[in-house]
């Protein structure tokens, strides 16, 4: 609520090297990760976003955490760049999971608040995660995609601004 009260004026928005930003997210090891086998292919190193780097480690950690809570223990949680079918201006980092995934209708209300893909209350959340996801990423001119399909997983997709490398030496 924060968030969308003061649309984004908290955000203090630079250029940041995307491999950096994953790269802190994946060593945090998210709740539920340790069961999990995480394989990253970190972004070229000069992958620049035009992002609050906190706010953009706050929604790759909430996809990542989503991954390994709806991901059998013993699956593979693949983090890699994403160069196609998403904006011009923007580039990705794709996060995919072997979860319970999720039908067409599903996916639809993915991004509600409180809304969550399995009712059964198995997996601990709040249906907040993706909702959060989406408005950091938007209020920063990025774009989320999901793509999933029921037993076989899900692939959250975030775009993000793409940006210039800093020059050296700038603060």
Known sequence: ??????????????????????????????????????????PPADWFVNVDPDKTRQALLNVL?????YSPP???ITVEPATEGGPADCIGIRVTD??????????QRACERFYRADPSGNVPC?????????????LQGGHTELQSEPGHGTAVTLWL???????????
Request: aromatic share 2%.
């Open 126 to 138: 709040s249906g907040l995660g993706l909702a959060i996801v989406k408005e950091i990423v938007e």
């Open 65 to 69: 955490s989503n991954a390994c809570k």
């Open 1 to 42: 609520a924060r968030i969308e009260a003061r649309q984004g004026k908290d955000f203090r928005v630079s250029a940041q090297p995307l491999a950096s930003l994953v790269q802190e997210v994946v060593n945090a090891e998210p709740a539920g990760a340790g069961a999990r086998s995480l394989r990253m292919s970190p």
């Open 98 to 107: 072997g979860g319970i995934g999720m039908t067409q209708a599903q996916l």
């Open 74 to 76: 013993g699956s593979t």
């Open 161 to 171: 601004p793409r940006a210039a490398a800093p020059l050296a030496g700038a603060a």
